[in-house]
């Protein structure tokens, strides 16, 4: 990371910091092959809407967050980039909703498995975290999906009522809701077939949410499902705020 | 690359196949650590065009080719990306065209400069192209840059007077426009700064509009410069498609 990118008053300091997680997670072998391809996606998306946390993606956070209260086996599902871009901010967020995480990535070798498990746990252990790690002996499978990339534990992904699945796959995503689960996703691109799926979904960046949901935790303020929450409405804003800037 | 994508009806063909390119140019070293990054974010704003020349780019597309059919001192400038993703095809370009190409790269390293000259010298052998490859030994400095950055060469981009720039830095794009040169972009951001800076902004992805210059030269059509041509006109439309797609 260049000096400036030290310095948090940069207007790039987060996406700069953001770049550099990645790059010490590509050293350590968390990534897939994809992985900074998938993020470039993401920051253009994240140009778009300003690079900020806009109304509609709060309103989506804080419904998420209820939901994930209000659940009876809520669990976080994540992958490489997750791991690399908020694994701290995400076991923190388990702590407190005292849920497990899961480990559940599309390109599965033993290798990666093994470094996000590594780092998941240095983590652990340098914030004093509690909280349990699952997806390195998977145990079930989710329906509808072929191959390594339908592993999960039946403790975990297969028996939640409620998951939050950041930056998911198309296919999962849909997979997961046809298996009746409530699944929250965090997606940039308002349009990608996730996102459109998704029973909640939050266009914002991931650590933005991740910080988001723990500062909202912390403040001790209720968090209060709203019954009439539509997230064909949540897209619809989004989309409108994108096109907005574009035409400003 | 998967099987599905060695199919050319895939929806995805065209998609998977540059990456192909990215994944054959990593492994030779030719690219910069930002390299995949910044391809993911042209790959948003392409999907934000619907993967597609739309009409404004194409003027602006035949409006380039009229300004380097009718220039002095033509070249066409490539960085690692640019050779990487259509290497082949800017080699055809620049011999129909009967100009230099010069590497000029941001991230600037000995063993760099090395696989890329190698990989177009390769093209050149296999295609059986005469092209004059510059670069490997810069002569001149670009006013208004520093470090290695600044490096071109005296027979290249310092005697140019109209340039190609696929793929530019706005740093560098702006101390272009500020030497007199007629520059011009290919940039799938329609805000970013280099195509807000160009004199001409194909904003579209890199080897579709290299693939029309050639077939537009191949077809014997005349080619005439638009003296009326407004890039600002160019950008606007591509906002508007944009937003138009966002909102349908």
Redo the contacts between chains.
């Keep these: 990371m260049s000096e400036i990118a030290a310095d948090p008053s940069h207007p790039r300091y987060q996406s700069l910091l953001m770049?550099h997680r990645?790059?010490v997670a590509e050293e350590k072998g968390m990534l897939a092959?994809?992985a900074?391809?998938?993020?470039?996606?993401?920051?253009?998306?994240d140009?778009l809407l300003g690079e900020q946390t806009i109304p509609s993606a709060l309103a989506a956070t804080q419904q998420a967050l209820a939901l994930l209260c209000s659940a009876t086996h809520p669990v976080i599902s994540v992958n490489g980039n997750v791991v690399a871009l908020a694994g701290k901010e995400i076991l923190h967020l388990a702590q407190k909703l005292n849920c497990p995480v899961e480990i559940n990535i599309f390109y599965r070798t033993p290798e990666r498995m093994k470094a996000l498990l590594q780092h998941l746990n240095e983590i652990k252990q340098q914030e004093a975290i509690d909280v349990e790690i699952l997806g390195a002996k998977p145990n079930a499978r989710i329906p509808g999906l072929e191959g390594p990339r339908a592993n999960c534990t039946k403790e975990g992904i297969l028996d939640s009522d409620v998951i939050l699945v950041p930056l998911e796959d198309g296919d999962r995503c849909e997979a997961l809701v046809s298996m009746g689960k409530t699944v929250l996703v965090i997606d940039l691109?308002p349009?990608s077939r996730t996102a459109q799926m998704a029973s909640v979904t939050m266009v914002d960046e991931l650590s933005r949410v991740i910080v988001n949901m723990n500062a909202h935790l912390d403040s001790g303020q209720q968090v209060v499902e709203n019954k009439k929450y539509s997230n064909n409405e949540t897209i619809q804003r989004a989309?409108?705020h994108?096109?907005a800037y574009?035409?400003s």
């Design positions: 770049r990645l790059e092959g994809s900074l391809i998938a993020h470039g996606r993401g920051e253009a998306f140009y691109n349009l989309l409108q994108i096109a574009l035409q």
